[in-house]
């Protein structure tokens, strides 16, 4: 049972040359002009402030939810840094939503109460699948493919999406309801989270804080249990990120990397251009790693299994798979202590 939108790790396009590609596209709005391009849109405005000084599409996200919610934290911006261009590659899943995803595991931190835990992913789901709607993908490269509107599209228009989708969530099904329930109750019992257990650990290498763990929380089972980029390959973004990014607040740095990306200049995601780069490029190594180690980023190849369906979970329950994972989640960690 395999997604069309995530089995795509047989793509061509780089990290550098997707983001590379992509800033540029987010350049060419600043000669249009703010205020008439959002149409006095607030939220919209604060986003392409935030991309014009950042230069990358998940921290300038970050940075616009915590505007909005007048929130301090730029610690959330720095672990965020690395997501910018996909989770770890542009063939995973686009910044602009993982970087909400991220906030809103953070904003409503981990309920010990499986009720709240289905209600926390339920809003994910949702908000997934209106974005996947919205932009024809969920993944970076299937996003940029579409053309240089396709990349300002999902950026600038991500609040509107993420409002509506924890604002109204989707009803998760009976089946669905009881699946999830049955795998957070084993997950529970036996101490373990894919994206949690990677973070614990590196955290005598790392540090590891409750907004860090609170944020990665809805990673489990490949994305709100929806299969996708294993959350245990995204906890190790976020590590590399939280040590690795410095925030960038320049227009004019940001301008002159813009500037050698319409050149062509290869030069332009090199660490000293912008701050998030080494973050960028440390998500971008680790993700080639995990491919060659296990075949594919997607938790769905990795184990043919759809957490919605509940004879699929108690296979992946009965033929101790969760043993597997542990063994994933160790291996990230050591791979992410050896790049540090």
């Known amino acids: 049972?395999?997604?069309?939108?995530?089995?795509?790790d047989k793509g061509k396009l780089s990290r550098r040359d997707f983001t590379k590609k992509s800033i540029i596209a987010i350049a060419a709005v600043s000669s249009a002009g703010i205020v008439g391009y959002t149409a006095c849109n607030t939220k919209k405005i604060k986003t392409i402030n935030n991309v014009l000084r950042m230069g990358h599409c998940a921290p300038s996200i970050m940075?616009?939810?915590?505007?909005?919610?007048?929130?301090?934290?730029?610690?959330?911006?720095?672990?965020?840094?690395?997501?910018?261009?996909?989770?770890?590659?542009?063939?995973?899943?686009?910044?602009?939503?993982?970087?909400?995803?991220?906030?809103?595991?953070?904003?409503?931190?981990?309920?010990?109460?499986?009720?709240?835990?289905?209600?926390?992913?339920?809003?994910?789901?949702?908000?997934?699948?209106?974005?996947?709607a919205y932009n024809g993908s969920s993944v970076c490269s299937r996003i940029r493919h579409q053309g240089m509107?396709?990349?300002?599209?999902?950026?600038?228009?991500?609040?509107?999406?993420?409002?509506?989708?924890?604002?109204?969530?989707?009803?998760?099904?009976?089946?669905?309801?009881?699946?999830?329930?049955?795998?957070?109750?084993?997950?529970?019992?036996?101490?373990?989270?894919c994206a949690h257990n990677v973070l614990n650990n590196i955290k005598d290498k790392i540090p590891v804080t409750k907004e860090m763990l609170d944020s990665?929380?809805?990673?489990?089972?490949?994305?709100?249990?929806?299969?996708?980029?294993?959350?245990?390959?995204?906890?190790?973004?976020?590590?590399?990120?939280?040590?690795?990014?410095?925030?960038?607040?320049?227009?004019?740095?940001?301008?002159?990397?813009?500037r050698l990306l319409r050149q062509r200049n290869n030069n332009a995601l090199n660490e000293e251009i912008n701050n998030f780069n080494r973050a960028i490029n440390y998500s971008e190594e680790l993700g080639a790693w995990f491919?060659?180690?296990?075949?594919?980023?997607?938790?769905?190849?990795?184990?043919?299994?759809?957490?919605?369906?509940?004879?699929d979970t108690e296979n992946y329950i009965s033929g101790q798979c969760m043993r597997q994972c542990r063994y994933i989640a160790e291996k990230v960690g050591n791979q992410v202590t050896l790049m540090i």
């Open 149 to 193: 509107h396709a990349c300002r599209k999902a950026m600038y228009n991500f609040h509107d999406i993420y409002v509506r989708a924890i604002s109204a969530p989707s009803r998760l099904s009976e089946e669905s309801k009881k699946s999830y329930s049955l795998l957070l109750k084993t997950f529970d019992e036996n101490k373990f989270h």
């Open 63 to 132: 940075q616009t939810l915590l505007d909005i919610n007048n929130i301090q934290n730029k610690n959330m911006v720095l672990n965020s840094g690395a997501m910018a261009g996909g989770i770890a590659g542009a063939n995973t899943e686009c910044g602009a939503l993982t970087a909400p995803i991220m906030f809103l595991g953070f904003r409503n931190k981990e309920s010990a109460e499986i009720p709240d835990k289905l209600e926390l992913i339920s809003k994910a789901q949702t908000y997934l699948n209106e974005f996947n």
């Open 1 to 8: 049972m395999k997604s069309n939108d995530i089995n795509i």
């Open 291 to 311: 491919r060659n180690e296990f075949g594919t980023t997607s938790c769905r190849d990795l184990w043919t299994y759809d957490f919605s369906k509940k004879k």
């Open 216 to 258: 990665t929380w809805l990673f489990i089972g490949g994305i709100a249990m929806l299969n996708r980029t294993c959350g245990a390959l995204t906890a190790g973004v976020i590590a590399l990120s939280s040590v690795s990014a410095k925030i960038e607040g320049s227009y004019s740095r940001v301008a002159k990397m813009n």
